[in-house]
């Protein structure tokens, strides 16, 4: 922002590529994003694996305690290897360049809708590549293996 930082997280469906819940804060502290894995659990069940990078809000302890109360397994991106969260990161680039960098907010609230209008169309509309022609709510509502493109 012109003025500012606002900071995202995400918490995603890795096989559908669904966003479960995110949050958006004016601070880097760990709060809005054990409030965005709570919503994602509550409303989504619990995983048996969970990876994230190793930012200090996921190696802070309400986040590692969420995780452990719930017997979930975390699973930690080594140090500098972007790929091995590219789900994520690939997200990232398509809300900058799809989302963000066209509208240039001025404000938080102006992002925070703008980011929720388009996280909304990126899982009911936008088909994904990995899916061909399905969205990541068709993948997650269906719990199926997506068909493959012939190369």
Excluded at 43 to 60: A, V
Excluded at 83 to 100: G, P, Q, T, V
Aim: hydrophobic residues 40%.
């Amino acid at each position: 922002m012109r003025r500012g930082f606002l900071y995202l997280v995400a918490i995603m469906d890795w096989f559908s590529r669904k966003v479960l819940a995110w949050r958006l804060s004016n601070s880097m502290d760990a709060e809005f994003c054990v409030e965005a894995l709570k919503e994602a659990l509550s409303k989504h069940g619990t995983p048996e694996i969970f990876n994230t990078d190793q930012g200090s809000q996921f190696t802070s302890g309400d986040w590692i305690d969420v995780l452990t109360d719930a017997k979930i397994k975390i699973s930690m991106d080594g140090k500098g290897r972007w790929i091995d969260n590219r789900m994520i990161e690939r997200l990232w680039r398509s809300l900058k360049y799809e989302c963000i960098y066209l509208r240039a907010f001025e404000k938080g609230s102006q992002a925070k809708a703008g980011i929720a209008q388009w996280l909304a169309y990126y899982n009911a509309e936008r088909p994904h590549s990995t899916h061909g022609i399905l969205t990541p709510n068709e993948v997650y509502d269906s719990k199926t293996e997506p068909m493959r493109l012939a190369a």
